[in-house]
């Protein structure tokens, strides 16, 4: 497992940004403004709520477009764990990598 404190979220969350599909990052784009208005260090607990933000974010689309049942995360999505998001956000990565292929 990754400790927290060695985790760029500021980062991670940019490169997911970048491979999102066209489409994706228009409905993306308020939650990315969020980060990228972040001036302080990556690794704080303040920039895991902007990627937390950024995530749950997404996770709501997602379940919105896809028709996915509303407990598809759980009872109450903003309650998933951070390492929970960091999975969802490899999954998409790597979803959005084949889009791309």
Do not use: C, W
Not at 47 to 69: C, D, G, S, W
Request: glycine content about 2%; proline content about 3%; overall charge positive.
């Amino acid at each position: 497992m990754i400790e927290a404190e060695e985790i760029n979220y500021i980062e991670l969350t940019k490169n997911i940004y970048q491979i999102l599909s066209n489409d994706l990052k228009i409905t993306m784009k308020p939650a990315i403004e969020n980060v990228a208005r972040y001036n302080g260090n990556p690794y704080s607990s303040k920039a895991r709520v902007k990627f937390r933000t950024f995530m749950i974010f997404y996770l709501i689309h997602k379940v919105q477009t896809e028709n996915l049942p509303k407990n598809h995360y759980g009872e109450f999505i903003t309650q998933i764990s951070t390492e929970r998001l960091i999975e969802e956000s490899k999954r998409l990565y790597n979803e959005q990598t084949l889009i791309r292929a």
